[in-house]
């Protein structure tokens, strides 16, 4: 909260937006909303660890990454700060920053340690290792003691394309898990979202009502984030913020509530 007041302020007079999100969903739509011209750098200001920057991790760096491709003004040339505690380091073989560079295409940074201090301010430090009230949080593989551009660890898109076709649907459980499902049934599925976005979309709702399921789903130009509401009788995009009648949709959401209940096992 200390940070959120402090740069709440600082960001507009300094050349910065600020924005505050609560998950990399509603990001990717507040990011959507601004319809930026061009987006030079991004700083997700959170929580971190080798395997996640607040909601964005290893679950759903995929998902994540390759609708942020998709914004307007997100480039190649966007630069993406994991600003957390960790996020460049790798853990058990995992590393939140180089997964998200291999999905948006963009270069990522993540910190080298325990992490203060922003580089929008231009004022960030780490260390590999501290002791607060008698606790001794020891230095993971790598970490260093560092100030500046010294704190960060970057990371390039990958050489080739992500292979995702083998991953046609993923539930929102935590992060995004891919689940098995037969052919018909993901068939009957990215049929029946393909046939609703032929449609001209509308506003959604002025009520307050939770999704019964957000799921991604491979279509023609890359993973795409989708909700079903009202028993499965509409479908939302949460990042454009619009909706569509789905027919057939209560049917299809009886069929994905298992995976979401976790009753089936994960690919």
């Known amino acids: 909260m200390t940070e959120r007041k402090r740069l709440s302020v600082w960001a507009p007079a300094n050349g910065w937006e600020y924005l505050e999100f609560v998950d990399s969903v509603d990001l990717l739509a507040r990011l959507s909303d601004r319809d930026f011209e ?23 760096a995929l998902t994540f990454g390759e609708n942020l ?35 948006s295409e963009a270069r990522v940074l993540g910190a080298l340690g325990y992490l203060a201090g922003t580089h929008a301010e231009g004022n960030e430090t780490c260390v590999a290792a501290f ?47 891919p689940i098995k499902m037969n052919s018909d049934q993901v068939a009957k599925l990215r049929t029946a979202i393909e046939e609703a976005l032929q449609r001209p979309p509308a506003e959604s ?10 799921f991604s789903i491979r279509l023609a130009d890359g993973e795409h984030i ?3 509401l009202a028993g499965g009788t509409v479908l939302r995009d949460p990042i454009a913020r619009r909706v569509w009648q789905l027919a057939g949709g209560r049917a299809l959401l009886e069929s994905l509530l298992p995976f979401r209940n976790g009753a089936v096992p994960a690919a």
């Open 131 to 177: 002791t607060h009230a008698g606790i001794v949080y020891e230095a993971l593989p790598g970490a260093v003691s560092a100030s500046s551009a010294e704190v960060w660890q970057s990371f390039g898109p990958a050489l080739r394309p992500v292979d995702g076709e083998d991953m046609d649907i993923k539930i929102s459980t935590s992060g995004f898990r």
């Open 38 to 60: 061009r987006i030079d750098e991004i700083e997700l200001i959170a929580h971190g660890n080798t395997g996640e920057c607040n909601d964005v991790g290893l679950g759903n």
């Open 69 to 103: 491709r998709r914004l307007r003004g997100f480039t190649r040339n966007t630069r993406i700060y994991l600003s957390g505690c960790n996020t460049g380091l790798e853990f058990a073989g995992a590393c939140v920053a180089r997964e998200l560079a291999q999905t």
């Open 226 to 228: 989708f909700e079903l």
């Open 205 to 214: 709702a002025p009520f307050r009502v939770a999704p019964d399921l957000r």
